[in-house]
């Protein structure tokens, strides 16, 4: 708690502490439940005798502002509308990339897009194994980690990235980020791209492309078909742009794999004109029909693929983790920037996810969960079928894809789905550009009901068929 006093003016100072205080909890600075420091700690911070604290707070306590017990230390007390006041405060703009960002923090809801299933989580073991990390942290001495991460677990998917997506790297060619977001502004740092002109795919991952943006980067957003992106377009509307970020595993959010022909002419573009590409791999090998293709990095020969990799979709959102597989020649200048502007999460959190690589539960856990994912899209496209048309359902990466005619206020039934504890992607805003922009609702495959599925999806059909 930040709190100023005034020495040399008249109001005394144990009146000034309780004014301070007071006003802070009418703002909803401090909120109702919040703890206070003890009288002695906070008398310590402001230099001033204990008794003055002690005269601030029985004035507090007086008024009912807050709550003193042996037990649980002094806290606020409540007072429910200071909470409704901090709520309001806390609402983004309609409309605005903040709110965006609110709406998909919010949840669990169903068909909540990019989150994984509760049900297929591991949980006691992964309780088990990051309790075990944490007390390896605290016993560790208490030094500076290696900003390029944990040895560990750079060594654990380097080999994982051999096998699983065709990738031969070395572990120092791995550096640990704190999920693919910070992995993309790490790289744009490092390669001194602020500025220049990126490709991005159209629809495409809204946060990547307010990511670009936000570090001065002009966007060329490129139409996306059966084949991927199109690299033919970008080479003609955009040969002079300086980096590419694709998903060419399974296009976020339609689906398509990017064929061997678009990934030749992709790298031979970037080795010919110096751009870079970034390859968002962040499903890695979670593909639910068939096998999943090789990384774009794989082909590589030039040196010209930053691959970022995330724990995200495959484990849990919440460890904030992921991965750059960096290109040889440029390991220290990434390794400079990332200690410098992007050092990675803590190690107890890397000790954990090395060793449940190590001990086989990654791979046990991916071949469960796309197991328990193809079932559960199954069964949601079943459903589905009984209200709309089975050409305009598409099975897209972890999602299913209802098309919807051309203008359809798919925002506004996303919305309203809200309400009911749904919580559909609607296909526009995934649109950099208007021109091709299409309507859709994007259904998660991981967080469809296994129990309500049948009402879930009669209550969806009800609101779609309301608004066309
Ligand atoms: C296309 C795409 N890339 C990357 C991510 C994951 O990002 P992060 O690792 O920052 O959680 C997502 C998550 O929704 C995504 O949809």
Redesign the pocket.
Known sequence: MELSIDRSARIPLAEQIRQRIAAAIESGALEPGARLPSWQDLAAQLGVARGTVRTAYERLDAAQLIVASRAAGTLVAQRPRARARAREAQRADPGSFLETYQEMTQGPAFFQ??VPAAETLPKTLLARIRAHAIRAEIGAAPIYPDPRGEPGLRQEIAGYLAVARGIDCSPSQIIITG????GLGLALRALGLEGQKAWIEDP??P??RKGLELARMSVAPIPVDAGGIDIDHGLRHAPDAKLAVV?PGQQ?PLGPTLTLERRLKLLDWAAASGAWIVE?D?LSELQLTGRAAPALASLDRAGRVIHIG????TIT?AL?L?FIVVPAGLMATFAEAAACLAPPPGPAVQLAIARFMQEGHYLRHLRRTKRAYAAKRDDLLTQLRRHFDADHLIATGLAVLLRLPDGAPDLAMAREALAFGMFPAPLSAWYASARGRRSGLLLGVATSPARELARSCDRLADIVKRFV
């Open positions: 897009m990019g999920g693919y977001g910070a495409g991952f946060f990547a998903t976020a968002d962040y995330s724990f995200s979709k959102p904030r992921g």
